[in-house]
């Protein structure tokens, strides 16, 4: 579904990514892993079109995709579930699910049932504003807000950051079952070690902006894994 090859990006003359190549399958959870500060957030907004690449090519569904504005992007089937969540506080969790219908044609402006089945804490708070959710909570609505673009790839940049422990797990559970469902590719950029390690089929490690490993679950060990992403 995915395929990013030997993009490299800059913030000013500073360069930040360098050659970085990605591939993602359709049913399957790349997790892209790595330190604070080497680059993984960068690559998944240049994927998602919220910050232009300086070379390189992006494959999505074996068309070429384009260094388009994010909406466009999104109209082109990528979802992306941004690291702090950037949910609309004064919006209630009706209205910032609602944004979504952007992407969508007019005969499917609704919230399918499936969301209230993954999230149904969000089918309680319906007419509450998104800025008084709790944390978790304010997680689960900004992955909602992206299923319902019915997305091919879905981006999910730390979603278990300062989230309690059994909202981490029913987001594991949910990324789990998207997963098997077997009707988007999931890239996942996570911290907590053992939430990727779990989830991952495949993991992409970052290190000062360059790929240090590229590999297939079942071809790496645990301990292999946490060295790479180590200090």
Do not use: W
């Not at 994010?70 to 944004?99: C, D, Y």
């Not at 979504?100 to 999230?119: M, S, T």
């Not at 089918?123 to 299923?147: M, P, T, V």
């Not at 940049?157 to 988007?184: A, C, F, H, K, Y």
């Amino acid at each position: 579904m995915l395929d990013v090859s030997n993009l490299n990006l800059h913030y000013g003359h500073s360069q930040i990514l360098y050659d970085v190549s990605l591939s993602a399958d359709t049913g399957k959870v790349t997790c892209l892993m790595g330190t604070n500060g080497v680059g993984k957030t960068s690559l998944i907004r240049a994927i998602a079109g919220s910050h232009a690449r300086s070379s390189g090519t992006v494959i999505l569904d074996g068309a070429p995709l384009p260094a388009s504005p994010s909406h466009a992007i999104a109209h082109k089937g990528v979802a992306i579930v941004p690291q702090g969540r950037e949910i609309f506080p004064l919006l209630t969790v009706r209205e910032n699910m609602e944004t979504a219908f952007a992407c969508l044609p007019k005969d499917e402006h609704f919230i399918p049932d499936q969301i209230y089945d993954l999230f149904p804490i969000l089918k309680s708070f319906l007419d509450r504003r998104g800025g008084d959710l709790s944390g978790g909570q304010q997680q689960q609505l900004a992955i909602a807000r992206a299923l319902i673009t019915k997305p091919k790839l879905l981006l999910l940049d730390e979603p278990t950051e300062g989230i309690q422990p059994n909202i981490i797990q029913q987001i594991g559970e949910v990324i789990s079952l998207l997963r098997d469902q077997g009707e988007m590719a999931i890239v996942l950029v996570e911290q907590y070690f053992d939430f990727a390690y779990n989830l991952a089929d495949r993991f992409t490690v970052l290190k000062r902006g360059s790929v240090t490993m590229a590999d297939q679950k079942s071809n790496v060990s645990r301990d292999e894994l946490l060295a790479a992403v180590s200090v």
